[in-house]
């Protein structure tokens, strides 16, 4: 079979909480590192299925559910290729400059289950050298079924950005998020770090080496990882019970929504006030 654009990842995930209580966990993990444009090459593999079941499955309706009409367009059939979505979407974020390449790294379906705490999206755009990487967007999931996204223009020494979603009860609401990420080549680098008011809280770091993708290496990753996604959401909330006993401050969603909500209105109210 000829070499295809899309590969997997074998690595780690370490996360490191520092503040008000030590805790810290390492996982070998394997992630997908899929072309999107070029999805039609996995038709060659048997143990990987696009948009319909399999016992490794990519499907466009798991992603980009922050878009507006994406749940209506997922109900009525009629939902455009995830790479077609994200490029209309981005077209005035991105100052209208040309998107050549998209490459998500992301959990795939597992036997038909799959929870991704995020998604990256690669974006790259033409160059003198060919292509250069632009931006990326990162996608967040809560396991109360929603997504935020972050757009990350510099890559490699992004300033911190407002959390501005619930993504963990031991994470207030004023958080903000710092990512590192480096173009994924033989090795996959991404850094996440959670601070409040200028302190590291919670660091998160995801490393892996790529693989071709080929069924035998689809079978060595069902084997060495079983229910590998089905562990990801289990592991979340055993992490989070160690972090209950250990008496970590709990926030709850429902006071976190709000004072999110009430800090992005002082926000606009300001900007107004300003612009007037």
Do not use: W
């Given at each position: ?5 899309s590969a997997?990842?074998r ?27 070029r999805?039609?090459e ?6 990987l299925?696009v ?14 559910k ?5 749940n ?5 059939g ?16 991105l ?5 050549s390449?998209i ?19 690669y974006?790259?755009?033409p ?14 999931n809560n ?7 972050y ?11 407002k ?53 035998a ?7 060495r ?11 979340i909330?055993w ?38």
């Open positions: 079979m000829q070499s295809l654009h997997l990842y690595g780690r995930i370490v996360h490191v909480r520092r503040v008000p209580r030590l805790n810290q966990f390492r996982y070998r993990m394997f992630l997908f590192a899929l072309d999107l444009d999805l039609d996995l038709s060659a593999l048997r143990l299925r948009n319909e079941p399999g016992i490794f499955s990519f499907h466009d309706r798991d992603h980009l922050f878009m507006p009409g994406s209506r367009e997922r109900r009525s009629q939902r455009s290729t995830t790479a077609d979505s994200l490029r209309e979407h981005l077209k005035s974020e100052g209208g400059a040309e998107v390449r490459i998500l790294v992301s959990n795939l379906r597992m036997l038909g289950y799959v929870f991704n705490p995020v998604s990256f999206y974006l790259y755009t160059s003198r050298r060919g292509e250069e990487l632009c931006a990326v967007l990162a996608e967040v396991t109360f079924g929603e997504q935020k996204h757009l990350i223009r510099n890559t490699a020494n992004r300033p911190p950005t959390k501005s979603f619930y993504i963990s009860p031991f994470i207030s609401h004023d958080a903000d998020f710092q990512f590192l990420l480096k173009a994924p080549d033989e090795n996959l680098f991404v850094r996440i770090d959670s601070t409040v008011k200028g302190e590291l809280q919670l660091r998160a770091v995801v490393s892996g080496r790529r693989s071709a993708i080929s069924d290496e689809l079978a060595r990753c069902l084997f990882y079983p229910l590998y996604t089905l562990m990801v959401i289990v592991l909330h992490q989070a019970m160690k972090l209950f006993i250990k008496r970590v401050p709990f926030f709850s969603k429902a006071d976190t929504d709000k004072k999110i909500t009430e800090s992005l209105h002082s926000e606009k109210r300001g900007a107004d006030a300003y612009n007037t």
